[in-house]
């Protein structure tokens, strides 16, 4: 079986000098390997074609046979590495936390340790008969949550 790490670095080897970077690479037990890569202006038919090319030439099909799929990372796919919430910094997220809890603002933005959302709310303000407008920044460690993903509005 080829290996999902083996991948990885080839992966990340093709998309050197690049703007692009590696999502995920997923390997299955029949050799089937899935490759998810993204980038800032998004990723064009062209640059998967490349990669996969990358790949395929630097593995040995008559050692292994193997199927490849290289793809960008999905819209409506949680996101799986801290440059999909750079690059996502300003828009609108979902985020589902491991209690079942679920949140919806503007990413902020990210870091190794987590990620901050800006909320807003309508809130009953004491001495005022209308619920007011509340913005408040909420932070979240990536271990407080089960997926984010972006809103996609048309």
Do not use: W
């Amino acid at each position: 079986m080829i290996a999902a790490s083996h991948i990885r670095e080839l992966t990340e080897k093709a998309l050197e000098g690049t703007d692009a970077f590696l999502v995920d690479a997923h390997v299955t037990p029949m050799n089937k390997i899935t490759v998810s890569i993204d980038r800032k202006g998004g990723i064009s038919i062209s640059q998967c074609v490349e990669v996969s090319r990358f790949i395929e030439k630097s593995l040995d099909r008559d050692a292994e046979d193997f199927e490849l799929e290289v793809s960008s990372a999905g819209m409506d796919q949680p996101f799986k590495v801290l440059k999909q919430y750079l690059k996502n910094a300003g828009r609108e997220v979902d985020v589902k936390l491991k209690d079942g809890k679920k949140v919806n603002g503007i990413l902020l933005g990210a870091d190794e340790n987590g990620f901050s959302i800006k909320q807003v709310t309508k809130e009953r303000i004491e001495g005022r008969k209308a619920k007011q407008t509340v913005e408040t920044e909420v932070r979240f460690g990536y271990d407080d949550i089960k997926e984010t993903k972006l809103v996609i509005k048309f």
